[in-house]
């Protein structure tokens, strides 16, 4: 339960007599199980991730059914999204070669950006990226679509050159470097790109419940009324920047998915 549900529930505001605060921490990521399926429990991520996922294939299903020379609305708005990533981000960074990975790279886009946004819808008012298992499920994704088109396009052999060597140095100084690009290329690739979007997403959140608590928590009638003001104030311009947020980590993540399959495709380096 978050802290804001703590303080609504016990009515907690300053008093003479006092309550205590109620800081928001790890049970605002923490939620109960809704309903269970065998030893299989949903909780309210799961449950918003879900959601998430039949909205995105529900409206490009719906867009792209029964395409027309002259689109109608919704799939004027479905061309718009996937000229988007297609002009934006897969022919800039892949070239003509990215045309067939703009499914995959609109779907991740969407998903992720989808997946954010149930940050401010009410009564969902979570971010789903936020729990680290999504961002590390996607980004394990990219990982094996990288390491399946480097060996496809150059080899067993060609491909951990490819992930390890860099041409034209020193051979004393090959071996630091094949260590530093392994590191680079295979182990930490994948967890930074989980760990960015992760992270703003989880202090995003933060940053609203902790405002949203305080605002309440202060909400007498005395001075303290002011500083609740305040803190209403603040939620909501996180909340406004949050939005910003949401879309840029989705635009950041697909770009960097863009940059990964381009490496992969690139010749030697």
């Not at 999204?81 to 779907?107: E, Q």
């Amino acid at each position: 339960m978050s802290a804001q549900s703590l303080l609504a529930e016990s009515g907690c505001h300053i008093t003479p007599s006092g309550c205590g605060f109620p800081a928001p921490g790890l049970n605002s990521f923490n939620f109960k199980p809704i309903f269970s399926v065998g030893s299989f429990d949903f909780t309210k991520p799961m449950l918003l991730a879900i959601i998430c996922m039949l909205l995105v294939v529900g409206f490009f299903w719906s867009a792209f059914a029964k395409p027309k020379l002259v689109p109608g609305k919704l799939q004027l708005v479905g061309e718009i999204g996937y000229t988007f990533i297609s002009r934006g981000i897969a022919r800039d960074v892949i070239g003509k070669k990215g045309d067939k990975y703009v499914p995959f790279l609109t779907s991740i886009f969407f998903f992720v950006w989808i997946m954010n946004i149930m940050s401010i819808i009410p009564l969902a008012q979570f971010p789903v990226a936020s729990r680290f298992a999504f961002p590390v499920s996607i980004a394990l994704l990219v990982w094996v679509t990288y390491m399946y088109l480097t060996f496809k396009t150059h080899g067993f052999v060609g491909g951990w050159k490819h992930l390890t060597v860099l041409q034209g140095l020193p051979g004393w100084l090959l071996p630091l470097i094949i260590v530093i690009e392994f590191l680079q290329n295979v182990i930490l690739r994948p967890f930074t790109l989980a760990v960015r979007l992760w992270a703003n997403m989880f202090a995003g959140h933060m940053l609203i419940v902790m405002f949203s608590a305080a605002c309440w928590y202060m909400l007498t009638p005395s001075v303290f009324a002011l500083f609740s003001g305040g803190s209403f104030i603040m939620a909501v311009g996180m909340t406004a920047f949050e939005v910003l947020i949401q879309f840029l980590q989705a635009y950041i993540f697909t770009l960097l998915t863009s940059l990964y399959i381009s490496g992969a495709l690139e010749e030697g380096h």
